[in-house]
């Protein structure tokens, strides 16, 4: 067993870490404040290679492993998890399923035009009104008319859906219903300029207010039928599959989070003195800060084994799962403990851990909730039980 990072990745995460020191960091709390979408800071870190992290070399492409993806987006999240979820939509949920679904001229055309240079974004559209946790509760629907899909419905909550570079969406629409009843669903590329596609205005959020989430609404919208990524009725699988690596990502995202707040605890127990002394001397915030270091070890532990895992070509969904909730479970309790360090200074707005305290909650609802995470990890134990019992029994027989 070998816990160090190879080179390459060590790589990745030390250039995450020194551009978000320098140049996140001391911007984030003005970022947050004005709710300003950050277009040089993605630039530059489409510059640095960032942006295209795991998308093979060969479609322009940075050609990382998903270890050295999780690593560096850890970095970026220690200092601005609003900057972080930009970067993880575009390469977990807008790169990542062209790349693993896509035909080589999709790859070639769309890959090309996102990564290269970094100029453009990509976002994935599942969410809708009726359809959140019940993703197969699509309404948006699509037909073929013509070689072209005719795309009706909206999307909900979509990040990166409405930026300046943005270069379009891979959405979810219902294409027929299978014979058991269910409905066929198909993802389709939608480029931004595709006539019939349109763009609510942005939110207003408890965090992320520097990313961008918007309503994207399809009216006859016609995209050709060769976006079909894929095959057509294989959506769901491919949706799933995407949010496990997903998941991965997010608790990469709120490791780095839960680490801001423990630094920033650290500061806080040395430097501020009661009863004659650093509060860091007494032991109830001893107490808390172990309690937080030990969290953000173990989890930083699950995430890069459930990394490790999808690297090695190996089943990783219920480890995804485990990683994700426990992650962001363990940064929402170092948020907590953080303010409680900070006491009355961390209920006021200047201070970065009031910031962090808002942010943290929407790691435990993106890319599928605590609640249907923890039931896809007692799912996958009871199926694994099963299967031991009935191997059980025909050694038996
Ligand atoms: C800031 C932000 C960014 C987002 N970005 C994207 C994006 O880029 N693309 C995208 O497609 N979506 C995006 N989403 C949507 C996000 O993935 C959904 O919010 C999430 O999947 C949960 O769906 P919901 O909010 O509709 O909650 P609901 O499905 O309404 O769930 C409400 C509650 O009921 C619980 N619940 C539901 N069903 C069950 C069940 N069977 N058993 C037990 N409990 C259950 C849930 O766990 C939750 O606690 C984003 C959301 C936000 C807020």
Redesign the pocket.
């Known amino acids: 067993m070998n816990l160090d990072p190879t080179e390459e990745q060590r790589r990745w995460r030390d250039l995450a870490r020194e551009y978000a020191e320098g140049e996140i960091r001391p911007r984030a709390a003005d970022l947050d404040r004005e709710q300003k979408f950050p277009y040089d800071i993605v630039e530059k870190m489409a510059d640095l290679g960032l942006m295209g992290m795991t998308v093979p070399e060969e479609y322009a492409g940075s050609g990382g492993d998903f270890v050295g993806y999780n690593m560096a987006l850890e970095e970026i999240c220690r200092a601005d998890t609003s900057v972080g979820i930009t970067m993880e939509?575009h390469v977990s949920?807008g790169c990542a399923p062209i790349v693993a679904f896509g035909t080589r001229e999709q790859k070639e055309h769309f890959l090309g035009e996102v990564v290269q240079g970094g100029k453009k974004l990509w976002?994935?559209?599942?969410?809708e009104e009726n359809a959140?946790?019940?993703a197969g509760g699509t309404q948006t629907t699509a037909e073929v008319s013509d070689g072209r899909w005719l795309v009706n419905g909206s999307?909900?909550?979509?990040?990166?859906?409405g930026t300046e570079i943005t270069g379009g969406v891979t959405a979810i629409a219902r294409t027929g219903t299978r014979e058991n009843g269910k409905p066929e669903l198909t993802a389709i590329i939608i480029p931004q300029d595709t006539p019939g596609f349109t763009r609510g205005p942005g939110y207003e959020?408890l965090g992320?207010r520097a990313s961008d989430?918007r309503q994207l609404y399809f009216e006859d919208c016609r995209a050709p039928e060769e976006n079909t990524l894929g095959e057509r009725g294989k959506g769901f699988r491919q949706f799933l599959s995407t949010l496990d690596a997903g998941r991965v990502a997010v608790g990469a995202l709120s490791v780095g989070l839960a680490q801001a707040c423990l630094d920033e605890a650290l500061a806080r127990a040395k430097e501020r003195r009661q009863f004659g002394r650093a509060i860091g001397e007494f032991q109830a915030i001893q107490f808390k800060l172990a309690d937080m270091a030990m969290e953000i070890e173990l989890a930083r532990n699950m995430v890069l084994k459930a990394a490790w895992l999808k690297d090695e070509g190996r089943p990783f969904g219920r480890e995804a799962s485990m990683a994700k909730v426990f992650a962001s479970e363990a940064a929402k309790r170092a948020a907590d403990q953080a303010v409680q360090i900070w006491g009355g200074e961390g209920f006021m707005e200047a201070s970065a851990v009031a910031r962090y305290w808002r942010q943290v909650k929407?790691n435990e609802?993106?890319?599928?909730?605590?609640?249907?995470n923890r039931?896809i990890i007692a799912r996958s134990l009871l199926r694994d039980d099963t299967a031991r019992e009935e191997a059980g029994k025909m050694v038996a027989q």
Do not use: H, M, R, V
Not at 123 to 127: I, R, S, V
């Open positions: 939509a949920l976002a994935f559209g599942l969410t959140g946790t019940d999307k909900k909550w979509i990040t990166n859906g959020k992320w989430q929407i609802i993106g890319e599928g909730t605590s609640e249907i039931q």
